[in-house]
């Protein structure tokens, strides 16, 4: 007896020491850590994942900046994350605490998606991140120049012309047109190819696009919970096959590539990334060696993936601002008349001559925040930000749509005012506020942010030159940008949204 007393005993003890233990678990997955900034009350295991359950993500995240102010705290899972809301505290993490918070936060999701960390856009910094972007940098540069990205834009403009030509007074939704345009830009930029106007292959090609984006957009539940990453679910094996589909395209590319290479021809960017890491191994360069075919076709992913879905929201912002505001429009293309006419074709060489032209694009860059989250940062050690803790691998989020609209960095940021841009003697800022962030700052600023806004002025001159677009008659009074909220990390007018287009000449 006395021995079944001692067994009982000790576990009873045992009972209490786990439950001890678990109730702690469960304390320290909810408590911040000392001095980190303020932020609603955490759950147990869920973090603040019921913050976002009735609002969307930027709705929310919105309402937190106004009750915790320009840097506040979240728990997502077992994840610790700040959110940057002022361009001063995000100076402070970006540029002057650059190294410190250039890390990317790991997760399952993105090891998936860049194959195990082999992109530029998701890798964490360090020696081989800066050699891949170094080499993605040099290839990129040739596809900048003038005559090579008119030339790819120009290519395209025909084909899409016939199809607005004949559009005539029905009311049609751009996104649709516009999208075409810019993949075709990038098809042609990264394989060498070019796709009619609706051709079948093209159009499956953006729909797998928009699946892979959708699938990844919230993540997997192995992001917020590691300990369930052996639980393939449903969702997560519709990812994998779609990811499959789309990188085969990209690795099977590559191998046409590599087999018809030549250094004296260069095509496209593939090309172009294999030119650029055969003269860095012929220099010597031993980590040019350790770039696998994989590296490659993630970097050639990471253009494509950036260069068309911002690309299209962008100009799906111009198309809805501009038939809301038909006096900006006009003025635009009255600009656009003075300075090329009705039968040239812009250029870049053009940019300097319509200040109120490029205004324009600039204040369609701020008030779309086409990418209102931007990418995750995270903390490569122990730091401090604006006086608070924040422990290394810590998520840093930056809110761009916060810092596009801050009261006391613009002037009536809710309005459409290209005019902002512009000085006394309506020339173009020989510097640009700091609080214009579309491309981010610091070490991971976007690799393609030149190609983007040569490509979207080439492209918005070139629509708004040639055609205007207005309001559908009898629906004046309706607004063209209601937000799409089914898009949770995107800033942008509904898919639906539609116009009128004319020929202006």
């Given amino acids: 007896m006395a021995m079944l007393g001692d067994l009982y005993v000790n576990a009873t003890t045992v009972l209490v020491a786990l439950t001890t233990l678990a109730a702690f678990a469960l304390y320290k997955s909810s408590k911040r850590p000392a ?17 976002f359950l009735s609002k969307t993500t930027l709705e929310a995240m919105g309402d937190l900046h106004k009750q915790y102010g320009d840097v506040f705290s979240l728990k997502v899972g077992s994840l610790n994350m700040i959110v940057l809301n002022s361009i001063e505290i ?31 856009v998701f890798s964490n910094y360090g020696p081989q991140w800066r050699y891949q972007r170094k080499l993605g940098h040099t290839a990129i540069r040739h596809f900048v120049q003038k005559d090579q990205l008119e030339k790819l834009v120009f290519s395209v403009t025909p084909k899409i012309a016939a199809v607005l030509d004949e559009i005539g007074d029905k009311p049609f939704a751009p996104k649709y047109t516009i999208g075409q345009i810019v993949y075709n830009i990038l098809a042609a930029l990264c394989f ?13 090609w953006i729909q797998l696009n928009v699946d892979v984006q959708n699938a990844f957009g919230n993540g997997l539940i192995g992001d917020y919970f590691p300990a369930l990453t052996f639980i393939q679910t449903p969702n997560e094996k519709r990812v994998r096959k779609l990811l499959a589909d789309m990188l085969g395209v990209f690795h099977k590319e ?7 290479f030549d250094p004296e021809n260069v095509r496209d960017f593939f090309d172009s990334l294999l030119l650029t890491q055969k003269q860095a191994i012929e220099a ?73 032209t490029e205004a324009t694009v600039l204040e369609i860059f701020r008030q779309g925040s086409v990418a209102p989250l931007g990418v995750p940062h995270s903390t490569m050690s122990d730091t401090t930000l604006a006086g608070y803790n924040i422990p290394k ?63 979207v002025f080439l492209l918005f001159t070139w629509l708004f030159g040639r055609y205007a677009f207005y309001k559908v008659p009898g629906k004046e009074s309706e607004s063209l940008l209601t937000i799409n909220k089914v898009a949770a990390l995107t800033h942008q007018p509904v898919d639906e949204m539609e116009v009128c287009v004319k020929k202006r000449y």
């Fill in 192 to 204: 060498g190819k070019q796709y009619e106007f609706n051709q079948p292959e093209l159009l499956e």
């Fill in 254 to 260: 590559l191998k046409a590539h590599k087999e018809k």
């Fill in 284 to 356: 010597g360069e031993e980590e040019a060696e350790h770039i696998t075919d994989t590296h490659i076709c993630q970097t050639v992913f990471d253009i494509f993936g950036a260069g068309t879905e911002t690309t299209i929201v962008t100009l799906h912002w111009a198309v809805g601002l501009l038939a809301e505001n038909p006096d900006i429009q006009e003025k635009v293309a009255k600009e656009i008349d003075d300075v090329l006419g009705h039968d040239t074709l812009p250029s870049l060489d053009d940019r300097g001559s319509m200040p109120y």
């Fill in 393 to 455: 691998d810590t998520t840093v989020m930056i809110n761009h749509l916060a810092i596009h609209n801050d009261p006391t960095q613009w002037s009536e940021p809710e309005k459409f005012k290209p005019e902002r841009f512009l000085d006394d003697n309506g020339q173009l800022l020989k510097k640009l506020p700091e609080s214009f962030l579309p491309f981010s700052t610091g070490r991971r600023v976007c690799l393609g942010e030149d190609f983007a806004k040569k490509e």
């Fill in 90 to 120: 995000v100076r402070e993490a970006l540029v002057k605490k650059a190294v410190e918070f250039a890390g990317r936060p790991m997760s399952y999701s993105v090891e998936i998606f860049s194959e195990g960390y082999k992109d530029i």
């Fill in 35 to 51: 001095n980190f900034p303020p932020g609603p009350f955490a759950l147990p295991l869920l973090g603040n994942v019921t913050t």
